[in-house]
């Protein structure tokens, strides 16, 4: 595996398939070193491998990034892996769906500890490296459900509702500090991720999509920025 130290380098959770890992190809393709950080370790072997044959610069990282101790090794290995962190993508994400007085204590905790806590610990650890990037970017995969709600949907809602506002907190609290805050909204994506119904469907949003709109994001300009970007099926079901 390369290591090019002279290129920017992007963090990505959840990295090992969907969003994730479509995120990450479309960084690698544009000259990123990329650090892929997942829970499935044999799903990350198989990721590491594929970005790589792109010729980038590529650390795959078994991390639960809901424990804090763990996401600080992560961001001290990337940037001693690479000489630094550039962008970082939250974009680890599950999701626990069921009625209010249903909902298990341990279901409420997995999606708020994985969706808005793991957020929060891998920026506030990130963003010592970030400020000594030229171009820093934090980009956060929040979801349509942060602002629609719907029943069953209690704890994820409420996880994105809180990413999003946690976002436009951070926005300020960083943007004098040359690092730009964006959260990316997306409606239905055909993975494997998926609380709508079947799985698969030629009308939704692919990971691609979203890694497009990702890598635009990057490329633009340092003197603007999009905050929030929502994005939809053009033509759903």
């Not at 469907?201 to 635009?216: G, H, P, R, S």
């Amino acid at each position: 595996m390369s290591t090019n130290t002279h290129a920017q380098t992007a963090v990505i959770t959840g990295g090992s398939k969907g969003i994730g890992l479509g995120i990450a190809h479309a960084l690698a393709s544009a000259g990123y070193n990329i650090v892929i950080a997942a829970r499935d370790r044999a799903a990350l072997a198989e990721a590491e491998k594929q970005i790589a044959q792109s010729g980038a610069g590529v650390m795959a990282s078994a991390v639960d990034v809901r424990d804090y101790a763990a996401v600080e090794k992560l961001m001290q290995d990337a940037a001693g892996r690479f000489g630094g962190i550039d962008v970082l993508v939250n974009n680890a994400g599950v999701g626990r769906f069921a009625a209010v007085d249903e909902m298990s204590l341990d279901d409420w905790h997995t999606v708020i500890d994985t969706n808005l806590n793991a957020a929060f610990y891998c920026t506030r650890a990130a963003l010592p490296y970030l400020r000594k990037s030229p171009n820093a970017y934090v980009i956060n995969i929040s979801s349509l459900a942060g602002k629609n709600w719907f029943a069953g949907g209690a704890a994820y809602c409420a996880s994105k509702a809180g990413l999003n506002a946690f976002s436009e907190s951070l926005m300020q609290d960083v943007r004098q500090h040359d690092i730009r805050v964006s959260y990316v909204m997306p409606g239905s994506v055909n993975t494997a991720f998926n609380f709508m119904g079947s799985a698969q469907a030629d009308w939704k949003l692919t990971a691609e999509d979203v890694a497009e709109v990702v890598l635009d994001l990057v490329r633009t300009n340092t003197r603007a920025l999009a905050s929030r970007v929502e994005m939809r099926p053009s033509k759903p079901r």
